[in-house]
C-alpha cells in the first residue's frame, strides 16, 4: 500500500501513539567529527546475537556518517534530559558543544549522562523506505537503575511511572501504613484520578487533545508566542510542536505565523470554555475539602515546589 492512500500527518499521528524511550545516537564522521542524532526508532532485535536496531531519515544530514561508520553507540536518555534530546534533534553546527562525553569503542561518543548505554558494532544496513535501518551488535553496554528514563508518546515528552491500577487497592486497604502516608504517593495517586477524568472531558466537551489543551491553556494569556518559546512550556519537541499547531492551524483554534503562534478567536473562545471546565472539575475534585482546607493545600503545595 502506498502512502498517497494516507494522509501522511494522519499516519504519523497514529504512529505517535505508540510511546517509546529516546535515545541520542552517536558516531565519528569521516574526518573524525562527531556526529549526533535524537532518535526514538531505537528497538531491541536479538539476545544472541545481541542485537539492536534503529533507523534514520534519508533526509538527514547525518544519513552518510551512520551508513558507512563501523561504531556507534546508542545512548538511552534519563527523564531530566529534555534539552539533551532537543539539542540532537537540531540542526545545529555543534550539537556537542553542550554535552560532556568522552570517546567510547571506535572513538563513538559516549554522553556522561545516560539511562543506559550500548555501545555497537554496525551488523546490517537495509532499506526502509525513506529511511535506512541500521541493526547494531551491541559490544559493551552500561545502564543506571536508579535513573528514570524519558519517555515519548504522542509528540510530547513524558515520564513513566507505575500504572494507577497497580496501585489502587493500597490505600483504600489502608492496610499499608507506610504507603497511605507518604506524601509522593498521596501526590501521584490525587495526580492520576485528577488527570484522568480531565483529560477524556476536554475531548468530549471541547475536542482537544491533552497537548492541545496545554498549548491553548498557556496561550490564552498571551498575544501570541515563538515556537521556539512554547515548545518548552508545553513540553513538546520543536518538530512536534509544529504538528500540533498545524492541527490546531486546521481546527481554526491557532493562527501560525512563521515562528508565531496565537490563539484565533474562535481558540481564545474555546480556551476560555475548557479553563471554566477544568475550574468546574477542580472544584469537584476538592469538594470534601472546606474552602480553608483547600486554600491551606494549595499553599502548601506551592511552598514546596518552591523549596
Ligand atoms: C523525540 C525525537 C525522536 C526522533 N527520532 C528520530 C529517529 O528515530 N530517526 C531519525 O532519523 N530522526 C529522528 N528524529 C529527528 C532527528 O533527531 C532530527 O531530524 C535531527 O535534526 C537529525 O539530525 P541531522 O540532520 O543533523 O543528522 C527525532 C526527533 C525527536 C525530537
Redesign the pocket.
Known amino acids: 500500500m502506498s502512502s498517497d492512500k494516507f494522509d501522511i500527518k494522519d499516519f504519523r499521528r497514529a504512529l505517535s501513539q505508540f510511546p517509546?524511550g529516546?535515545?541520542v545516537?552517536t558516531a565519528l564522521d569521516d574526518s573524525g567529527e562527531p556526529?549526533?542524532?535524537?532518535?526514538?526508532?531505537?528497538n531491541s532485535v536479538s539476545i544472541d546475537p545481541p542485537l539492536i536496531l534503529?533507523?534514520?531519515?534519508k533526509?538527514?544530514?547525518?544519513?552518510d556518517?551512520?551508513r558507512d561508520t563501523e561504531f556507534f553507540a546508542v545512548n538511552v536518555l534519563g527523564r531530566d534530559q529534555v534539552s539533551t534530546?532537543?539539542n540532537?534533534?537540531?540542526?545545529?553546527e555543534d550539537?556537542f558543544a553542550n554535552a560532556s562525553y568522552s570517546a567510547g569503542i571506535g572513538g563513538a561518543p559516549v554522553l556522561d549522562d545516560y539511562a543506559a548505554q550500548f555501545e555497537c558494532k554496525t551488523w546490517a544496513v537495509y532499506e526502509g523506505g525513506d529511511?535506512l535501518i541500521l541493526v547494531g551488535e551491541v559490544v559493551d553496554y552500561r545502564y543506571n537503575d536508579g535513573r528514570e528514563p524519558l519517555v515519548?508518546a504522542r509528540?510530547s515528552?513524558a515520564v513513566s511511572s507505575t500504572h494507577p491500577a497497580m496501585t489502587k487497592g493500597q490505600v483504600d486497604a489502608s492496610s499499608n501504613e507506610f504507603v497511605s502516608d507518604y506524601l509522593l504517593y498521596l501526590l501521584r495517586e490525587t495526580y492520576n484520578r485528577y488527570s484522568q477524568e480531565l483529560y477524556p472531558r476536554l475531548m468530549s466537551e471541547g475536542g482537544v487533545t491533552p497537548e492541545e489543551w496545554r498549548v491553548l491553556a498557556i496561550l490564552a494569556d498571551q498575544p501570541s508566542k515563538r515556537l521556539a518559546e512554547l515548545s518548552p512550556l508545553v513540553m513538546q519537541?520543536?518538530?512536534?510542536l509544529r504538528e500540533t499547531a498545524d492541527w490546531m492551524v486546521g481546527k481554526g483554534h491557532v493562527v501560525l505565523e512563521g515562528e508565531s503562534v496565537s490563539l484565533s478567536e474562535n481558540g481564545q473562545a474555546l480556551a476560555e470554555s475548557l479553563r471554566s471546565i477544568a475550574k468546574q472539575h477542580e472544584a469537584e475534585v476538592i469538594s470534601s475539602l472546606s474552602e480553608e482546607q483547600a486554600s491551606m493545600l494549595k499553599e502548601s503545595l506551592r511552598t514546596i515546589i518552591r523549596a
Not at 237 to 240: H, K, L, M, Q, Y
Open positions: 517509546t529516546v535515545t545516537i556526529v549526533g542524532v535524537t532518535a526514538s526508532s531505537f534503529w533507523s534514520i531519515d533526509g538527514a544530514y547525518s544519513l556518517t551512520f534530546s532537543n540532537f534533534a537540531s540542526r545545529g550539537k529511511h515519548f509528540g515528552y519537541p520543536e518538530s512536534a
